[in-house]
T-cell receptor, first 122, second 110 residues
Framework: EVQLVESGGGLVQPGGSLRLSCAASGLTFDSHAMTWVRQAPGKGLEWVSSISGVGTRTYYAGSVKGRFTISRDNSKDTLYVQMHSLRVEDTAVYYCAKYHSNVAERGWFDPRGQGTLVIVSS | QSVLTQPPSASGTPGQRVAISCSGSRSNIGSNTVNWYQQLPGTAPRLLIFLNNQRTSGVPDRFSGSRSGTSASLAISGLQSEDEADYYC???????????FGGGTKLTVL
């Protein structure tokens, strides 16, 4: 069974940094592109970033471009997102999800984890 | 101000059929397949429908999806109380080179 376990969330001040991780199991990790999706309190889902299976192609939402960096370590079956210059509006539960293929565009992705909460507040 | 437009709410009584619409444009729904996500209260979202009309494993056939032009729709027949949830449509947008979501529809079973 595929499992995705997010971690690294917490309370951070505006302008601060945080790195989230997503540990994957039950799948051939490098065969799947991965993505981060977030949900602000009481709000809808928002795509954040995606990365191809081998990590060579990355995509970002306009709201995080230049501040967030997605990466992966296929030797550790782990996905990351490094977040800098955090803003109050980045407060959300962050979910990781696997794509159906190793290409990080189109198709579909499937969130499997419970998410990790990031709170940006002074 | 989501790129995809969904009604904020929908409702029905047990046994009824309800449909949730998702409207986009040529660069997103008009060019790519649509996925639907279900989020039960207090839980993480899960993939419900992919490739416009394919049900994820374990999803009952009461759920069906369709796409036509720049719009998509999720239909739920034989409505049950456990269907009460938030539903989101999503697709790739060629102009943005990224994924776009609808604002979500809160389904209430009366």
């Amino acid at each position: 069974e595929v499992q995705l376990v997010e971690s690294g969330g917490g309370l951070v001040q505006p302008g601060g940094s945080l790195r989230l991780s997503c540990a994957a199991s039950g799948l051939t990790f490098d065969s799947h592109a991965m993505t981060w999706v977030r949900q602000a309190p009481g709000k809808g889902l928002e795509w954040v970033s995606s990365i191809s299976g081998v990590g060579t192609r990355t995509y970002y939402a306009g709201s995080v471009k230049g501040r967030f960096t997605i990466s992966r370590d296929n030797s550790k079956d782990t996905l990351y997102v490094q977040m800098h210059s955090l803003r109050v509006e980045d407060t959300a539960v962050y979910y990781c999800a696997k794509y159906h293929s190793n290409v990080a565009e189109r198709g579909w992705f499937d969130p499997r984890g419970q998410g990790t909460l990031v709170i940006v507040s002074s | 101000q989501s790129v995809l437009t969904q009604p904020p709410s929908a409702s029905g009584t047990p046994g009824q059929r309800v449909a949730i619409s998702c409207s986009g444009s040529r660069s997103n729904i008009g060019s790519n397949t649509v996925n639907w996500y279900q989020q039960l209260p207090g839980t993480a979202p899960r993939l419900l429908i992919f490739l416009n009309n394919q049900r994820t494993s374990g999803v009952p056939d009461r759920f069906s999806g369709s796409r036509s032009g720049t719009s998509a729709s999720l239909a739920i027949s034989g409505l049950q109380s456990e269907d009460e949830a938030d539903y989101y449509c999503a697709t790739w947008d060629d102009s943005l080179s990224g994924w776009v979501f609808g604002g979500g529809t809160k389904l209430t079973v009366l």
